[in-house]
């Protein structure tokens, strides 16, 4: 009972029915300046603003430092080390004061010639080809030569002069010892005489018979001198000597003979190993003691190796 009478005291008290028991001061509700100044924040001492701002100070200069001054977690390796590509300098950090100095590689050895990228040495240059109108290289030591003409009578005596205008043909074998100087040998073979005779037939009728005269020499030695200045154009001249047989026309043995020829000619290289040429020769014939004079103009084509 006593306990329900201290409960409704205490009810009624806390609703101002009741006056405050004797000692208790009565709560008084909050003016405006009280709610004023509990909104307002405290006053902060000198020392604490003091550390505030030597906290915020380290904070400032970088964001790692706001990241680790906020979160309290460090950079990682890779975020505290520069990488390869920031740590060298480029070529305008290069050239300005205090920046690293760069040794240049040592030079190469005489007579070689470093490659790209430190790689094997370069071959050496090609050689210049010859300018026009210089002496260029050898065209082969070798020649063979096929020749096809005519020979003209130009005077003598019989049976060194011949009567007749013959075709001819000859072929020829050299070596070049020089590159302006060959030797040579050969075969030239051509009609020399033409000879009629008229006999009688059993039946009475007269026939003339043509014998043919022909000469063959064996040129044993020539001379040729070359001129091999142009790129396809090589003047040259020659000088050659040589025996043969001469079978006279209806003659049953023949007779020993002796030629020589002196020539000037001009080959065309048509490749690196044909030429087409041209030549004109003088050509004395030596019979029984008689000489015969002949002009002999030929057409051939070389091969050369």
């Excluded at 060298?88 to 690293?100: F, H, I, S, V, Y």
């Excluded at 790129?231 to 002796?258: M, S």
């Amino acid at each position: 009972m006593m306990i329900g009478w201290a409960m409704i005291v205490a009810h009624a008290w806390r609703l101002g029915v009741l006056g405050a028991p004797a000692g208790v001061d009565a709560p008084s509700e909050p003016t405006e300046d009280a709610a004023t100044e509990a909104a307002e924040p405290a006053p902060t001492p000198p020392e604490a603003e003091d550390a505030v701002a030597a906290a915020g100070s380290e904070a400032e200069p970088t964001v790692e430092g706001e990241v680790e001054a906020t979160t309290g977690v460090e950079p990682t390796a890779n975020e505290a080390e520069p990488t390869a590509n920031e740590a060298e300098p480029t070529a305008n950090e290069a050239d300005e004061p205090g920046a690293r100095e760069v040794t240049p590689p040592p030079p190469a050895a005489p007579g070689t010639a470093e490659g790209s990228f430190g790689g094997p040495p370069l071959p050496p240059a090609p050689a210049p080809a010859p300018a026009p109108g210089q002496p260029r290289p050898w065209r082969g030591r070798l020649w063979f030569d096929l020749g096809l003409g005519a020979v003209l009578p130009a005077g003598g005596q019989r049976p060194g002069r011949g009567r007749v205008f013959s075709g001819a043909a000859d072929f020829g074998f050299g070596v070049r010892v020089l590159p302006w100087l060959g030797l040579s040998t050969g075969l030239s073979t051509y009609v020399h005489e033409v000879g009629v005779d008229t006999f009688l037939t059993v039946d009475g009728d007269l026939v003339d018979e043509i014998d043919l005269g022909r000469l063959t020499v064996f040129e044993l030695l020539g001379v040729r001198g070359m001129l091999p200045r142009w790129k396809r154009i090589e003047p040259w001249a020659e000088v050659n000597a040589g025996v043969g047989p001469y079978r006279e026309p209806f003659a049953r043995r023949a007779t020993a003979a002796g030629s020589g020829r002196v020539r000037l000619g001009l080959d065309a290289w048509l490749g690196t190993t044909f030429t087409l040429g041209l030549d004109v020769g003088y050509r004395w014939t030596v019979i029984e003691g008689t000489t015969g004079h002949a002009i002999q103009p030929m057409l051939r084509l070389g091969l050369h190796r």
